[in-house]
């Protein structure tokens, strides 16, 4: 079964300074990976995705976050922060469900604040 | 609208009681998924339809949980007997394409309170 590990549920970084969220997956197949953010009272909303080809991809607002197979890691990144980045981040990894469809497995997530 | 919509957006329920969740979801996507989000928890899948198929129930945490899509469009998910362990947000997804090399779009959420 396909599974993610989110370091740390708490990040906090100043307003400018980098961003870094690690996720950490378990697939048995090459797995298609994805980061979702939760801004306050909203649903979730696609980052970015990866599903083949070009290992750095990049996403919306400027994150971006690189596949790195031999270390099963799909950590996310923008190099300065802002304000506006304040939410919860999940890094999720996808898994064929009876049917076609994908069913996402998602990390516990990261709470991302930014100070000033 | 443009986009998912779940109601009601907060149920509070005394615990033994029934609730149905609804989730109406873009037109035109065939996919659609609930999954429940509790706190420290992360998200957890529950249930997957995708167009007239059978619907994938293998996350479905007991027997009290149900759901139907009808037509092809609206869902309700039900659960029977909540216990307080149910209290959760419930968040229905939809998407586009059957292999979901795309997104989910994701509604607001259903907040369940079960005391």
């Known amino acids: 079964a396909q599974s993610v590990t989110q370091l740390g549920s708490h990040v906090s970084v100043s307003e400018g300074a980098l961003v870094l969220l690690r996720c950490n997956y378990s697939?048995?197949?090459?797995?298609?990976l994805f980061w979702y953010v939760q801004y306050p009272n909203q649903g979730l909303q696609l980052l970015l995705k990866?599903?083949?080809?070009?290992?750095l991809v990049k996403g919306i607002n400027g994150f971006e976050a690189e596949f790195k197979k031999s270390e099963t890691s799909f950590h996310l990144t923008k190099p300065s922060a802002h304000m506006s980045d304040a939410a919860e981040y999940f890094c999720?990894?996808?898994?064929?469900?009876?049917?076609?469809?994908?069913?996402?497995?998602f990390g516990t997530g990261t709470q991302l604040k930014v100070e000033l | 609208g443009a986009g998912v919509s779940q109601s009601p957006s907060n149920k509070v329920t005394e615990k033994g009681k029934d609730v149905e969740l609804r989730c109406d979801p873009i037109?035109?996507?065939?996919?659609l998924y609930w999954y429940r989000q509790s706190l420290g928890q992360g998200l957890e899948f529950l249930i997957y339809?995708?167009?007239?198929?059978?619907?994938?129930k293998s996350g479905l945490p007991s027997d009290r949980f149900s759901a139907e899509r009808t037509g092809g469009s609206v869902s309700t998910l039900t659960i029977q007997r909540t216990q307080q362990e149910d209290s959760a947000v419930y968040l229905c997804?939809?998407?586009?394409?059957?292999?979901?090399?795309?997104?989910?779009?994701f509604g607001e959420g259903s907040r369940l309170t079960v005391l």
């Open positions: 997804a939809s998407s586009l394409d059957r292999m979901n090399t795309g997104e989910l779009f």
């Open positions: 697939s048995s197949v090459p797995p298609y």
């Open positions: 990866y599903t083949t080809g070009a290992t």
């Open positions: 999720a990894v996808s898994d064929i469900l009876t049917g076609g469809g994908n069913k996402l497995t």
């Open positions: 037109s035109g996507h065939t996919a």
């Open positions: 339809f995708q167009g007239n198929s059978a619907p994938d």
